[in-house]
């Protein structure tokens, strides 16, 4: 079916077999007559062969794409806009857009009545769509547009900025202070609490509530606390954003400070309990808020009922909360030799650290059973590799298979996409189709091996795939597909760095594919650079330490990342005596956080240490990384020590 020529010959190839061809390739053409006419930017030739088509599924949502990308480029007037809206393939999900093209092509026109009469309606439109409706109401002039713009200023401001100046300020000048503290929400919202935190004041007690929220969000607690105190004393939310802000000063609190600041987390947390009625998910905040508070407090049991409700048991940091539970038990005098059981949570992690401190509790009393089957569990994680740690020359067992890495069929539709050449549309629909099924199994791993993604993409859809890449056992999955999860395309530099610095190379490459995946110009919001992730102003700090290394140098050259990367760990490796978990939430988080909970904990690493770790992405990291390392060390130098890697 392929064909040469430019792509509206090839479009007009197959315009004809959808025309006049027989019956059962008619549709299957008109669908590639419709993609090239695209491609050719020729819309209202497209739209002809996807109405002769009907596509569904994935399919309609990739033809409503390239339509509407096809539309925009040739600069179609509204009524082509509309017919393609209306045609009856597209999806519901899809229309809005589309009638928002048509209202933004007949205002363009300054057919204002057309414009207005183009529009969807409100319901389910996402936030930029919901701005761009107002925008065009808002072009119609007279009392609806007036009203439009007064709603596009204190709503989506960020979308408003556009408008002249002195026309935003006359508006803004007016607005009233529920008006106002609707747009501080709205700055905030858009991922602006600094602008939000500004303009909040303005808006009275329901401002001083958006304030507090914007504060929280620039982890401002005391600021937060006070403006939530404005909002007065029968405000519920208001005491939530206390005791959320209690939250945030007792954990940066030092820890003889701590516990009093924890108690004004839960007296804030009671008065919003009391104030609230039964149910709904301000009341499930406060009830974790209370348990987390209790957690710290050493109230375990009061915390246990509230972690066990079901509406608590949803929220985001639910898991942190239990690990802590877990781990102030298991650390308290007791020893806790009898750990009770949560409800089972909703990572991985969470359920085999809590085995692992029951398991070690049973070992205190002379059972290792629970040791022995934690470190057989086929997941090097860490509460496996501290189980076998224990058990004293214990290795986590793994055995990878030779077989290949399981592939689904494609559906009979994608051979003519791909006899075109034109991958990147099969992906698209074929992703579409998988989304809507809401389904994980091996076609994720078909599509990924299909579209030839970068590992910054490809992992969370492999996870997708095989789910026991994310959650275990690895024993007995396809070696291929685990090289695929863990690839390694910088093996010989990694080596020379790691070689350089002492450092196992199986770590290094554990910690650059967390930090960048392997993309050799990752660049983070905080201006980390590279594979590595390193700060410029660091790297040069620590390449004079490197013999042999330029003072200065591309950052991004892949070599001298990861020798720097290698460099730094190393150094806050040897700042901890010699531990490596502690040299990892180092890296992480930088020194202070770390020493205070080094010093805490014995000065050394381990479990006491880690579980200790009291920012909850500094704890993921240094699991996350040492799972990645041992499974580096398993693909590719099986013949390196296994952890603790000395």
């Known amino acids: 079916m392929a064909l040469r020529g430019s792509p509206a010959r090839q479009a007009n190839a197959f315009m004809q077999v959808a025309v006049a061809g027989r019956e059962a390739e008619r549709p299957r053409a008109a669908l590639l007559w419709g993609l090239l006419a695209c491609e050719a930017h020729s819309p209202l030739s497209a739209l002809m062969g996807f109405d002769i088509a009907r596509p569904s599924g994935g399919r309609a949502r990739l033809a409503a ?15 082509l806009w509309l017919a393609a809206a209306g045609a009856p393939w597209v999806q519901t999900a899809d229309r809005p857009r589309l009638r928002l093209g048509a209202a933004d092509a007949f205002a363009a026109r300054e057919e ?21 409706r107002l925008a065009v109401l808002a072009s119609a002039g007279g009392a609806q547009g007036a009203a439009a713009q007064r709603a596009l200023v204190a709503e989506y401001p960020e979308a408003a900025a556009p408008a002249p100046p002195a026309e935003l300020q006359r508006v803004i000048a007016t607005l009233t202070p529920a008006e106002r503290a609707t747009r501080a929400q709205g700055w905030l919202d858009a991922g602006e609490p600094e602008r939000a935190l500004k303009e909040a004041p303005g808006g009275g007690a329901a401002g001083f509530l958006v304030a507090a929220r914007a504060a929280l969000r620039l982890r401002r607690a005391t600021v937060a606390a006070a403006w939530a105190a404005r909002g007065g004393e029968s405000c519920a939310a208001c005491w939530v954003e206390r005791a959320e802000a209690y939250r945030q000063i007792a954990w940066a609190a030092a820890p003889p400070e701590r516990a009093q600041r924890f108690l004004e987390m839960l007296r804030s947390a009671e008065r919003a309990e009391r104030l609230l009625p039964p149910g709904g998910v301000l009341r499930a905040r406060v009830d974790l808020l209370s348990a987390e508070a209790l957690t710290e407090t050493g109230r375990f049991a009061e915390a246990l009922r509230l972690l066990n409700l079901e509406e608590v ?17 298991a650390a308290g005098p007791s020893g806790a030799h ?90 698209l629909a074929w992703r579409a189709d998988l989304e809507a099924s809401g ?24 996870g997708r795939g095989e789910p026991r890449l994310r959650s275990g056992p690895w024993d007995g999955l396809s070696r291929e597909l685990m090289q695929r999860y863990l690839p390694l395309p910088w093996r010989r530099e990694v080596e020379a760095a790691a070689r350089r610095s002492g450092v196992p190379p199986w770590l290094l490459a554990g910690l650059a594919r967390h930090e960048s995946a392997w993309d050799v110009r ?22 004079r330490s490197v013999p042999g ?5 591309d950052v991004f050259d892949p070599e001298r990342n990861l020798t ?30 770390v020493r205070e909970v080094w010093e805490r904990t014995g000065r050394r690493g381990g479990p006491q240490f880690v579980e200790a770790l009291e920012i909850p992405e500094n704890w993921d990291y240094v699991h996350r990384v040492v799972l990645l390392a041992e499974g580096y060390r398993i693909l590719y130098w099986p013949e390196g020590r296994a952890f603790p890697w000395m």
């Open 549 to 553: 290394l330029a003072a200065h140098g």
């Open 65 to 79: 794409r390239r339509l509407e990308d096809a539309l925009a480029a040739a600069q179609s007037p509204g009524q």
């Open 313 to 329: 048991r949803v929220l985001p940091r639910w898991e942190w909360v239990c690990r802590r539970w877990y781990y102030l038990q």
């Open 338 to 427: 009898e750990l009770p059981t949560l409800v089972p949570g909703r990572s991985t992690r969470l359920r085999r650290v809590a085995a692992f401190w029951r398991a070690r509790a049973a070992a205190a009393g002379g059972d290792r059973s629970a040791l022995e089957a934690l470190a057989a569990s086929g997941l090097p994680d860490l509460p496996a590799l501290w189980a076998a740690t224990m058990l004293h020359g214990v290795t986590v067992p793994i055995s990878l298979s030779s077989q290949p890495m399981p592939r689904t069929p494609m559906s009979p539709w994608s051979g003519d996409l791909l006899a075109l050449g034109r991958v990147s549309d099969l992906v």
């Open 522 to 543: 990752a660049r983070s919001g905080a201006g980390a650079l590279g594979l590595t992730q390193v700060l410029p102003e660091v790297g040069d700090e620590i390449a």
């Open 564 to 593: 720097l990367g290698a460099a730094l760990l190393a150094r806050w490796r040897g700042a901890f005596d010699g531990s490596w978990e502690a040299a990892l939430a180092c890296y992480n988080a930088g020194e202070r956080r």
């Open 112 to 132: 204002v009545a057309a414009a207005v009469a183009a529009l969807p309606v409100p319901n389910a439109l996402r936030r930029d769509e919901a701005a761009r």
């Open 439 to 462: 389904e994980n199994g091996p076609a994720w791993l078909g599509l990924t091996a299909l579209a030839g993604m970068p590992s910054v993409d490809a992992v969370p859809l492999l």
